[in-house]
């Protein structure tokens, strides 16, 4: 898995853009479990904050295609928050993580 993917510091990504069947799911929440410290580190600078575009959440009535989960580490409190945020929306805090094959 690349936990960085799709990442662009100065001119941000759209994950409505890169969203594809290779898009990261349940293994950013299983990489979450299991490395604390990396969500920790997250701070959109040197670790980015993630969108899990394997997903999509659904809202009735109100534009379904548009949201997408993301997790993030949330300093003020000193944890973890999974969130929604558009998937249309330009960011340069944040990677949209793929699952590569495997190469052995």
Do not use: K
């Not at 890169?18 to 701070?43: C, K, N, Q, T």
């Not at 959109?44 to 997790?71: I, K």
Request: charged share 15%.
């Amino acid at each position: 898995m690349d936990l960085a993917a799709h990442w662009h510091r100065v001119r941000g990504t759209r994950p409505v853009n890169v969203r594809g069947p290779d898009s990261a799911h349940a293994e950013i929440l299983a990489a979450a479990a299991h490395f604390p410290y990396w969500v920790r580190a997250m701070d959109g600078q040197t670790v980015p904050y993630v969108w899990l575009s394997g997903y999509q959440v659904t809202v009735p009535d109100y534009e379904t295609w548009r949201h997408l989960p993301c997790l993030s580490w949330y300093r003020p409190e000193n944890r973890v928050s999974l969130a929604v945020h558009w998937a249309d929306l330009s960011q340069t805090l944040w990677a949209s993580p793929v699952v590569r094959p495997s190469t052995a």
